[in-house]
């Protein structure tokens, strides 16, 4: 068995030296056919003898067992996105920020990298073990890809070399080269399988197979730009010397980076890879700039969206130029007309597009628009689609200009034009079948009643057989009822009859949120049950009560005032309180009351390690406080997280009571 064993460690360290020349140097030293050789034989000896496969063996990337789903798991530290700039006045402004903040320095040096169009993703390593792999989710959850990231030849299953923290978080782009994906969709042509709109595309479907033996097949490759050490060290002072040294640990980086101590050698680099990026055999869609000192990095902190000591200057995206056929005029839930151009299909960037929003009347009456126009069409940030100009010297004689409707496309009843004209809606509520279907659907969504199972589908389904003609019909639903739909079946017609039936059960703030009233979210719901508690005084409230809540104004109270003056939806509301298990506003505190937080106006800023921003909000609320966004006389309470910012120096001019979040999982503590 020694033998064995010495025989397995030799192949084993062969094989990571060779894919350490190769995915972390960029220099191969061996053909694929050899190394696929040498892979092979460790598999086999590791397949006849299991008791000696190790977690960091290179086998380990080949792909393991089925996953079940992908489980959510909560970053260590959030991963925010980047502020960005398409000009070299908005990177100006970015770093007018920053040197406003350290005046009395003279230089400061800018690392730039080249901005790859892949996935974000988390890498956790301890003691030098690939332990913990995530997608960026929504920057504080993510899923779970650990053993899809373990098949990525480039990602080190275990790092190598001297001061590997104990544990460290590594950051970077997984992404598919163009030659790959060019044979990845050559294949799934001739397998008759999906095919791939661009390389960041399938790059991302890679990443979430359920068969980790897929991802291993598909040439994943990664680059490292970030990192977060969990215990402070004086080891690295800079961003760049920080990517440099991580080569050696076997971490692999893009070549391409550079300190720049000037905006003119930051613009240099920029137009550099602007006309060389189509050359690489990855997509390129900008740079990124970041403060290079990681002492300066630490000062300047974080906002909710995106870390202050950095910038993504993106390139233009691409454009094309297409044929106008139509627009028509769609109508949202709340009633709101939005224009949408239909032309013939053009491909950018390997996505196929045949129609782009015009967002509303303002929009549409500026790019002046005829039937058959030649228009400039461009995918915004490389992802939504947009006219950004109409090539009028082609256009053709006596076309007809295309205008606004006045009545609804859909119900036929007067639009009603809201101030300055930019939005316009129709009134007509459940009457028009447009506002009808979308109502429905949301009512049921997760911004509603969270009735997951009841899809648009299965609810435009039951709107055209008629079988529902308004809410409350849902809830007097039959299984033989919805047994008369296509593909639903007696199992199925049961599944959803208790699906309606838990949703049944809600809170004050769903329910307001899931009636629709326009201009109120989940927010403006919270801030309503908040101060009503019961839907009854909501319905009975007068204009100027709902002025005087802190947070909505004239606007929202006047659309909300109306809502409840039309008796249909006032009855309507009634009858599904009848019906539904609304449950009153903190009613699960009534008590158990915090006096400092209870009816307390709280403002949070900062990272909190035990919480989600959104998660310690929802506690807050559930504890009867109010919640804001912004610092001011009014507020009595702010608690604060790591990497605070503004908030926190206006709180301390104020002298507002503070609270950490250590004092807070006391207070919690001593609740329970």
Same mark, same amino acid.
């Given at each position: 068995?020694?033998?064995?064993?010495?025989?397995?460690?030799?192949?084993?360290?062969?094989?990571?030296?060779?894919?350490?020349?190769?995915?972390?140097?960029?220099?191969?030293?061996?053909?694929?056919?050899?190394?696929?050789?040498?892979?092979?034989?460790?598999?086999?000896?590791?397949?006849?003898?299991?008791?000696?496969?190790?977690?960091?063996?290179?086998?380990?990337?080949?792909?393991?067992?089925?996953?079940?789903?992908?489980?959510?798991?909560?970053?260590?530290?959030?991963?925010?996105?980047?502020?960005?700039?398409?000009?070299?006045?908005?990177?100006?402004?970015?770093?007018?920020?920053?040197?406003?903040?350290?005046?009395?320095?003279?230089?400061?040096?800018?690392?730039?990298?080249?901005?790859?169009?892949?996935?974000?993703?988390?890498?956790?390593?301890?003691?030098?073990?690939?332990?913990?792999?995530?997608?960026?989710?929504?920057?504080?959850?993510?899923?779970?890809?650990?053993?899809?990231?373990?098949?990525?030849?480039?990602?080190?299953?275990?790092?190598?070399?001297?001061?590997?923290?104990?544990?460290?978080?590594?950051?970077?782009?997984?992404?598919?080269?163009?030659?790959?994906?060019?044979?990845?969709?050559?294949?799934?042509?001739?397998?008759?399988?999906?095919?791939?709109?661009?390389?960041?595309?399938?790059?991302?479907?890679?990443?979430?197979?359920?068969?980790?033996?897929?991802?291993?097949?598909?040439?994943?490759?990664?680059?490292?730009?970030?990192?977060?050490?969990?215990?402070?060290?004086?080891?690295?002072?800079?961003?760049?010397?920080?990517?440099?040294?991580?080569?050696?640990?076997?971490?692999?980086?893009?070549?391409?980076?550079?300190?720049?101590?000037?905006?003119?050698?930051?613009?240099?680099?920029?137009?550099?890879?602007?006309?060389?990026?189509?050359?690489?055999?990855?997509?390129?869609?900008?740079?990124?700039?970041?403060?290079?000192?990681?002492?300066?990095?630490?000062?300047?902190?974080?906002?909710?969206?995106?870390?202050?000591?950095?910038?993504?200057?993106?390139?233009?995206?691409?454009?094309?130029?297409?044929?106008?056929?139509?627009?028509?005029?769609?109508?949202?839930?709340?009633?709101?007309?939005?224009?949408?151009?239909?032309?013939?299909?053009?491909?950018?960037?390997?996505?196929?597009?045949?129609?782009?929003?015009?967002?509303?009347?303002?929009?549409?009456?500026?790019?002046?628009?005829?039937?058959?126009?030649?228009?400039?069409?461009?995918?915004?940030?490389?992802?939504?689609?947009?006219?950004?100009?109409?090539?009028?010297?082609?256009?053709?004689?006596?076309?007809?200009?295309?205008?606004?409707?006045?009545?609804?496309?859909?119900?036929?009843?007067?639009?009603?034009?809201?101030?300055?004209?930019?939005?316009?809606?129709?009134?007509?509520?459940?009457?028009?079948?447009?506002?009808?279907?979308?109502?429905?659907?949301?009512?049921?969504?997760?911004?509603?009643?969270?009735?997951?199972?009841?899809?648009?589908?299965?609810?435009?389904?039951?709107?055209?057989?008629?079988?529902?003609?308004?809410?409350?019909?849902?809830?007097?639903?039959?299984?033989?009822?919805?047994?008369?739909?296509?593909?639903?079946?007696?199992?199925?017609?049961?599944?959803?009859?208790?699906?309606?039936?838990?949703?049944?059960?809600?809170?004050?703030?769903?329910?307001?949120?899931?009636?629709? #009233?326009?201009?109120? +979210?989940? /927010?403006? *719901?919270?801030?309503?049950? =908040? @101060? %009503?508690? $019961?839907?009854? &005084?909501?319905?009975?409230?007068?204009?100027?009560?709902?002025?005087? #809540?802190?947070?909505? +104004?004239? /606007?929202? *109270?006047?659309?909300?005032? =109306? @809502? %409840?003056? $039309?008796?249909? &939806?006032?009855?309507?509301?009634?009858?599904?309180?009848?019906?539904?298990?609304?449950?009153?506003?903190?009613?699960?505190?009534?008590?158990?009351?915090?006096?400092?937080?209870?009816?307390? &106006?709280?403002?949070?800023?900062?990272?909190?390690?035990?919480?989600?921003?959104?998660?310690?909000?929802?506690?807050?609320?559930?504890?009867?406080?109010?919640?804001?966004?912004?610092?001011?006389?009014?507020?009595?309470?702010?608690?604060?997280?790591?990497?605070?910012?503004?908030?926190?120096?206006?709180?301390?001019?104020?002298?507002?009571?503070?609270?950490?979040?250590?004092?807070?999982?006391?207070?919690?503590?001593?609740?329970?």
């Amino acid at each position: 068995m020694k033998k064995i064993q010495y025989q397995i460690n030799k192949l084993r360290e062969k094989i990571l030296k060779y894919d350490y020349f190769y995915h972390t140097l960029d220099k191969p030293i061996i053909s694929d056919p050899e190394y696929d050789y040498l892979l092979n034989q460790l598999y086999n000896l590791e397949l006849k003898y299991k008791e000696l496969i190790t977690p960091d063996s290179p086998t380990q990337k080949i792909g393991s067992n089925l996953l079940d789903k992908f489980k959510k798991i909560r970053h260590f530290f959030p991963m925010l996105s980047l502020e960005n700039t398409f000009d070299l006045n908005g990177y100006l402004k970015f770093e007018n920020r920053i040197k406003k903040v350290f005046i009395t320095d003279s230089k400061i040096d800018f690392c730039c990298e080249l901005k790859i169009d892949g996935i974000a993703v988390s890498l956790i390593y301890e003691e030098g073990i690939l332990i913990r792999a995530a997608t960026r989710g929504d920057g504080y959850f993510g899923e779970n890809i650990t053993q899809n990231v373990k098949t990525i030849k480039s990602i080190p299953l275990k790092l190598k070399g001297l001061n590997i923290p104990k544990r460290l978080e590594i950051r970077g782009e997984v992404f598919m080269l163009k030659s790959d994906f060019s044979d990845l969709n050559i294949q799934s042509c001739s397998d008759k399988k999906k095919y791939f709109s661009n390389p960041r595309n399938a790059a991302a479907g890679s990443l979430r197979q359920i068969d980790s033996k897929i991802t291993a097949k598909r040439k994943l490759m990664f680059f490292c730009h970030g990192f977060n050490f969990f215990k402070e060290t004086k080891f690295f002072k800079t961003h760049y010397e920080t990517l440099i040294h991580f080569k050696n640990w076997g971490i692999p980086i893009n070549k391409e980076i550079l300190i720049c101590s000037s905006h003119l050698e930051i613009f240099n680099f920029y137009k550099k890879f602007e006309k060389n990026r189509l050359l690489f055999n990855f997509d390129v869609d900008g740079i990124v700039i970041k403060v290079n000192s990681l002492y300066y990095q630490k000062k300047l902190g974080s906002n909710n969206k995106s870390p202050r000591w950095a910038i993504a200057f993106k390139y233009f995206p691409k454009e094309e130029i297409t044929k106008l056929n139509d627009v028509k005029f769609e109508v949202g839930r709340t009633g709101v007309i939005t224009p949408v151009a239909y032309f013939n299909p053009v491909c950018i960037s390997g996505v196929i597009i045949k129609k782009a929003s015009l967002y509303n009347r303002q929009v549409m009456n500026k790019l002046n628009l005829h039937f058959n126009d030649y228009i400039t069409i461009q995918r915004s940030g490389d992802v939504i689609p947009k006219i950004i100009n109409v090539i009028k010297n082609k256009r053709l004689k006596n076309t007809k200009k295309i205008v606004f409707p006045i009545y609804c496309p859909v119900c036929n009843s007067k639009l009603l034009i809201h101030e300055k004209g930019k939005t316009i809606r129709c009134l007509a509520g459940l009457m028009c079948n447009a506002q009808k279907k979308k109502l429905f659907c949301h009512f049921f969504s997760k911004y509603g009643l969270n009735a997951n199972g009841l899809g648009p589908k299965i609810i435009n389904k039951l709107i055209q057989k008629k079988i529902v003609l308004n809410l409350i019909d849902f809830f007097y639903l039959k299984e033989d009822q919805l047994k008369t739909i296509e593909n639903i079946g007696k199992k199925k017609s049961a599944k959803i009859i208790k699906i309606i039936y838990l949703s049944k059960r809600t809170t004050i703030n769903r329910f307001i949120c899931a009636i629709g #009233i326009f201009s109120v +979210g989940e /927010v403006i *719901a919270e801030k309503l049950s =908040n @101060y %009503f508690h $019961i839907v009854n &005084n909501l319905i009975n409230s007068s204009k100027e009560e709902l002025e005087s #809540i802190d947070g909505i +104004g004239s /606007v929202v *109270a006047h659309n909300i005032f =109306n @809502y %409840f003056s $039309i008796p249909e &939806n006032k009855r309507l509301v009634e009858e599904l309180t009848e019906v539904l298990n609304i449950l009153p506003y903190n009613q699960n505190i009534i008590n158990d009351k915090i006096p400092s937080i209870f009816n307390k &106006n709280i403002v949070i800023t900062g990272i909190f390690r035990n919480y989600s921003r959104n998660e310690l909000q929802e506690i807050l609320i559930n504890l009867g406080a109010r919640v804001s966004n912004k610092v001011s006389k009014k507020t009595e309470l702010l608690i604060f997280g790591e990497k605070f910012g503004r908030k926190f120096l206006e709180a301390n001019k104020l002298n507002i009571k503070m609270m950490n979040e250590e004092d807070f999982i006391l207070l919690m503590k001593n609740m329970n």
